[in-house]
């Protein structure tokens, strides 16, 4: 019996974004089937390339990033490069781009032009604050649009500055939104007959103020600003981190009513496991100080490993914090294959694998992040039908790389 496709085989995209929310896009389709055609600047490419940890010329990170995508170097700044990106737009189904407001339009490629030659083409548009209204002019960096959110104000300590998770999660969450649009709009797409492409607009800050859950009606019902809670989560009785013995840290959770009971005489306290004023949250959100304490101390004089064994005999929700050694030396991580192997000149290097798990259709990477323009001659030879002599003109004109 053949084998299943993957869930986007058949579908092409074309991926103009530089950096991380459009290409991280542009990872998630193709990892599970898309040919996604990246288009980079011939001088440099993605700036990804160059970022943090650089091995013979090329960061670690753009193995992973750049995975199973065909890259091309056209110049968008030459009216001859852009109108290379118009004729491979109109052979695909889905265009991402993370340019800012306004840009693909003063290039004719925006989306009213598109749609004239391909109204099936479903427009993916990523940028800080979204298309339209008055901050849409607005650089809309990571960093930035993460505080303009909500997002940082409930991150950090209090009358401390907010802080900032070493990761630029704004960018891959509206990526994730971005790709949840894409395959939201082939769905649409394929269940009405005639239906034309749409547009897809995603904001980085707004695909942050997705992840705010009560902060909105608890603020207009009830005057409540969530403020920040540092290692707790505010109205939630017992769930913190806390440091241990050996100078490693645990994350324990124990606001279920019975697991609190079974957590404190755990931890030596059975007179706070039988207190009726902590018998439900309401009552442990009032003692919250007192009961931190009493686990504060009783991790303190334990290794983290002795803590995590006497509170998952008694089912008690605890867990470790990790660094990456840590994970990478997991055996769960390795047995849910939450790391890939490919070869890098000659060396195998180790990119994590991209979510969500589909049983019978998985994503997959076939192979790293290429070269600058090492599928030039591929797409534009064989997709587009140029020729050899026009291929070295534009080659020598640097409009392709």
């Not at 459009?22 to 389709?29: A, I, K, N, R």
């Not at 990170?61 to 109108?83: C, M, P, Q, T």
């Not at 479903?122 to 940028?127: A, D, E, K, N, V």
């Not at 769905?187 to 239906?195: C, D, M, T």
């Amino acid at each position: 019996m053949p084998s299943r496709k993957r869930p986007l085989e058949g579908i092409r995209v074309i991926e103009l974004g530089q950096l991380l929310a459009g290409p991280f896009t542009g990872s998630m389709l193709a990892y599970f089937g898309a040919e996604v055609i990246k288009v980079e600047p011939p001088k440099g490419g993605d700036p990804i390339r160059g970022w943090r940890e650089v091995q013979n010329g090329t960061s670690l990170w753009w193995h992973s990033l750049g995975r199973n995508k065909k890259s091309v170097a056209i110049d968008l700044k030459a009216e001859e490069g852009r109108e290379l990106v118009r004729q491979l737009i109109d052979t695909a189904d889905v265009l991402v781009e993370n340019f800012r407001p306004g840009v693909m339009e003063k290039w004719g490629l925006g989306p009213d032009a598109i749609k004239k030659t391909n109204p099936g083409i479903i427009y993916t548009r990523i940028s800080g604050y979204g298309q339209d209204g008055p901050n849409s002019v607005k650089p809309g960096y990571a960093s930035v649009c993460e505080g303009y959110s909500g997002f940082r104000y409930v991150n950090g300590f209090e009358n401390q500055a907010p802080v900032r998770p070493n990761l630029s999660i704004g960018d891959t969450i509206a990526a994730i939104h971005a790709a949840l649009g894409v395959t939201l709009a082939i769905i649409e797409r394929s269940n009405n007959e005639n239906s034309e492409g749409q547009v897809i607009d995603v904001a980085l800050y707004e695909s942050m103020f997705n992840l705010m859950e009560a902060v909105i009606p608890e603020y207009d019902g009830a005057g409540v600003i969530r403020e920040p809670s540092g290692t707790t989560v505010t109205g939630i009785v017992p769930t913190n981190t806390y440091r241990c013995r050996d100078a490693r840290y645990v994350v324990i959770g124990g606001n279920g009513d019975a697991i609190f009971k079974r957590l404190m005489i755990a931890a030596g306290h059975p007179e706070m496991a039988e207190n009726p004023e902590m018998a439900d949250n309401a009552g442990r959100v009032i003692h919250e100080v007192d009961i931190d304490n009493a686990l504060a101390k009783w991790c303190l004089d334990n290794d983290a490993k002795t803590i995590i064994d006497i509170l998952e005999a008694e089912r008690v929700p605890v867990g470790p914090i990790y660094n990456v050694e840590d994970m990478m030396n997991d055996a769960h991580y390795q047995a849910r294959g939450m790391f890939e192997q490919v070869e890098i000149d000659g060396k195998p290097l180790k990119i994590p694998a991209i979510l969500p798990k589909l049983k019978s259709t998985p994503g997959a990477t076939t192979w790293s992040g290429p070269q600058l323009g090492s599928h030039n001659d591929e797409v534009l030879g064989e997709l587009l039908g140029l020729s050899d002599e026009q291929l070295a003109e534009l080659k020598n004109n640097r409009i392709i790389a």
